[in-house]
């Protein structure tokens, strides 16, 4: 029997339920009315932004979720026959224990048409809009986080407002929308893995109102709130492997089970001035500022993680779990962040040294099955936030960064395409064909492979390709991870 709201209302999936790790809504999810539109409704927020809203439903109806799919219809196709209930499936060592999430009411396959997401965003019950795009689904410079203005979908969205292709086109469409009709605006919400991504998707979308030439919408996008979140849950790919334990544990078959990790932590910025759900009472932290919490996040965890999937794949680790339980690799990440990191973070030493020893705990997660792979993917869009602003800071500071520089070095390695045997890698980035042009146009020479990628300059800006230091620090890493290896060039480290 698959999975669905009759489902698991029957008698035997109760019985099931009473007898397994199985929760269930404590509401009706029919009963529910939707007050939020999420763009991007992939695995990262079904794990987590969905999982809050899901808890408090039962005594706040009016804030479930629509989702919709920008690029694929994958999500809508496997949750509709589920009346788009699923698993969260949360793992670590003991085992694992299911959650059946009811918090999405719908999810548009906004690949095919546009039109109707924009129609439900400019809805008076639509308060807020969020979104998990990834990076490159805000149409920015990664080195500068401004709107790419040559932006194929930018270009085309200004061309043709009505039927918009990218986040931004589609948030100042709907924005228009409402502003026509005399509502106010709705609050727009990163849940994106970026550095101050509330301003960040403020300053996008503001250029993007200025790109129009229309001076009343430009006026009204001005008065959006652009809150700022700091989100933390580790959440790999489901395998089919994962879908088979989840649907022996739950007796039902869910075609798209989500897989996380016991921890998670929200940090909002409390910026919500068409209304908001009492986040704070589903475990989120409300603030004034999250920026101190971001960075920690992105430097630390982010950082740690892209260092991580470079090596470790390099190394032959499928899996992060398998990567930090390499003893040269543990080192080299307990050093990385406690020698290279903390010391460019404004919070107490002691709070980021338990969040250090935190992270490591749950790299080492063996349940998870979170691939090197999967983090490796994007890179391009990634090492601006999670490695090189960090080396600018200590760059500033007139302090070391070999370890950051490695995992710089690692990235550079890995984007040429062909791993230690021999045997290629399916690199998947926005600018893969470019980054393998200049590879291959290097060869193996390490002077010549850092040279032509430190001409992208939209991940490197020119400061860092001008530096002769940071040149050769990442030269010299580049040269030992070509002859020798990663798993000999973390040893060389000590």
Same mark, same amino acid.
């Given at each position: 029997?698959?999975? #669905? ?21 404590? %509401? ?67 085992? /694992? ?13 906004? #690949? ?87 301003? /960040? ?10 790109? =129009? ?6 006026? %009204? ?82 950082? $740690?993680? $892209? ?7 390099? $190394? ?11 003893? !040269? ?68 500071? !007139? ?22 045997? !021999? ?31 430190? =001409?992208? /300059? ?25 002859? =020798? ?10």
């Amino acid at each position: 029997m698959h999975l #669905s709201a009759a489902a698991i209302r029957s008698d035997s999936a109760q019985a099931l339920f009473s007898n397994k790790a199985v929760s269930v809504p404590d %509401y009706d999810p029919a009963a529910t009315n939707p007050g939020i539109v999420h763009l991007g409704i992939g695995a990262f927020h079904r794990a987590h932004m969905a999982a809050y809203v899901d808890s408090l439903l039962a005594s706040h109806p009016d804030w479930a979720i629509i989702g919709a799919s920008l690029r694929r219809p994958d999500a809508r196709d496997a949750l509709a026959p589920q009346d788009f209930l699923y698993t969260l499936a949360i793992r670590d060592a003991s085992g /694992t224990r299911a959650r059946i999430i009811g918090a999405i009411r719908d999810v548009l396959d906004a #690949s095919a048409d546009r039109t109707e997401l924009i129609e439900i965003m400019a809805l008076p019950a639509i308060r807020i809009v969020s979104l998990t795009v990834t990076e490159k689904g805000y149409c920015s410079a990664p080195a500068t986080g401004e709107l790419d203005e040559a932006h194929p979908d930018i270009v085309h969205d200004l061309a043709h407002p009505d039927a918009p292709l990218s986040a931004p086109g589609i948030i100042v469409a709907a924005l228009k929308l409402r502003q026509a009709r005399g509502l106010i605006p709705f609050t727009v919400m990163s849940c994106d893995n970026l550095p101050s991504n509330g301003r /960040t998707a403020g300053r996008i979308v503001r250029r993007f109102a200025e790109l =129009t030439g229309d001076e009343a919408l430009i006026d %009204y996008v001005n008065t959006v709130s652009f809150p700022s979140t700091m989100i933390d849950r580790i959440v790999p790919a489901t395998t089919d492997k994962d879908r088979e334990i989840v649907n022996d544990i739950i007796g039902l078959e869910d075609a798209w089970p989500i897989m996380t990790e016991p921890f998670t932590q929200w940090v909002i910025e409390d910026d919500f001035p068409a209304g908001r759900p009492p986040f704070e009472q589903a475990g989120a932290q409300l603030v004034d500022d999250v920026e101190p919490f971001e960075l920690m996040k992105l430097r630390m965890l982010n950082g $740690s993680h $892209s260092t991580m999937a470079y090596l470790g794949y390099l $190394s032959g680790h499928q899996y992060v779990s398998e990567a930090i339980a390499d003893p !040269g690799i543990h080192k080299l990440i307990h050093g990385l962040m406690t020698e290279e990191v903390i010391p460019t973070l404004p919070m107490s030493r002691e709070s980021l040294e338990a969040y250090r020893d935190q992270l490591l705990a749950r790299f080492a997660n063996p349940a998870l099955n979170h691939r090197t792979w999967q983090i490796a993917m994007d890179g391009t869009q990634k090492l601006p936030q999670r490695l090189l602003g960090t080396i600018r800071a200590r760059i500033d500071a !007139g302090q070391s960064y070999t370890r950051l520089a490695l995992g710089v070095a690692a990235w550079m390695r890995y984007v040429t395409g062909i791993d230690e045997k !021999g045997q290629p890698i399916d690199v998947k980035d926005p600018l893969s064909a470019r980054l393998r042009q200049l590879a291959d146009a290097a060869g193996p020479d390490a002077d010549q492979l850092a040279t032509n990628l430190l =001409t992208v /300059t939209e991940v490197f800006g020119t400061d860092l390709p001008a530096s002769k230091a940071f040149r050769d620090e990442v030269t010299n890493h580049l040269k030992s991870l070509l002859e =020798t290896g990663a798993a000999a060039t973390i040893a060389r480290l000590g």
